[in-house]
């Protein structure tokens, strides 16, 4: 088997899995699965970032929320450390599903563990395939559902809105950084005033 055929099979069965997704997305005015969209989105933004991607990092960034529908959030109750065990168990979740889809493909074992240390993030900062993923999922979150996390949280004031930019920006590398400028003049006025506001005191 190919190394392309290994990786198109992996892609498709990625695809299979989040087609499942029982939540929709509109995109371009097409009911897509939640997941499945997201994931088009990531390949998207991966090819954008990095002209000649692996094919590790292909599958990561598709593998992302492989599943993530299969953890609801509610099950983790409120408040930010809630938030992040369940963020993490997510993680964990979607890189032992993108190992086994991997094994199932024929890519030896080392890669599929990479490609779950990835997916866990338990080396960003230090292993530059995680820190890409970090910036392809965070140019996602500001193209496709900045817009919308806003106007789902009424109830944040503005300095909680700006932590979370300041949060973002900082995951981010300086090519991430770069590409989200561009993305910036596309934002609603009130999400690049936000924006704005928020680079200006980080950049004091």
């Excluded at 970032?49 to 292909?58: F, H, I, T, V, Y």
């Excluded at 338990?122 to 995680?130: A, G, H, V």
């Amino acid at each position: 088997m190919t190394q392309n055929t290994k990786l198109t099979q992996a892609l498709e069965a990625i695809d299979r899995a989040n087609r499942a997704d029982p939540n929709v997305e509109q995109v371009e005015g097409e009911s897509l699965p939640k997941e499945y969209a997201y994931s088009l989105h990531m390949t998207r933004w991966l090819f954008a970032l990095e002209a000649e991607p692996s094919e590790r990092m292909q599958i990561a960034c598709r593998a992302q929320h492989i599943e993530r529908w299969t953890i609801p959030r509610s099950d983790f109750g409120e408040g930010r450390k809630n938030y992040y065990q369940w963020r993490q168990a997510c993680g964990r979740m979607h890189g032992r599903r993108a190992a086994e889809i991997m094994a199932e493909c024929g890519y030896p074992q080392e890669e599929c563990e990479r490609v779950e240390t990835i997916l866990t993030k338990r080396e960003l900062r230090n292993d530059p395939d995680t820190q890409l993923l970090e910036d392809v999922a965070c140019m996602v979150f500001l193209e496709r559902y900045f817009a919308r996390f806003y106007a789902e949280n009424p109830d944040y004031d503005k300095d909680k809105w700006l932590t979370i930019v300041r949060r973002t920006w900082a995951k981010m590398t300086p090519r991430g950084h770069e590409a989200a400028l561009q993305l910036a003049g596309n934002l609603p006025p009130h999400l690049l005033a936000l924006l704005q506001e928020a680079l200006s005191e980080t950049s004091e």
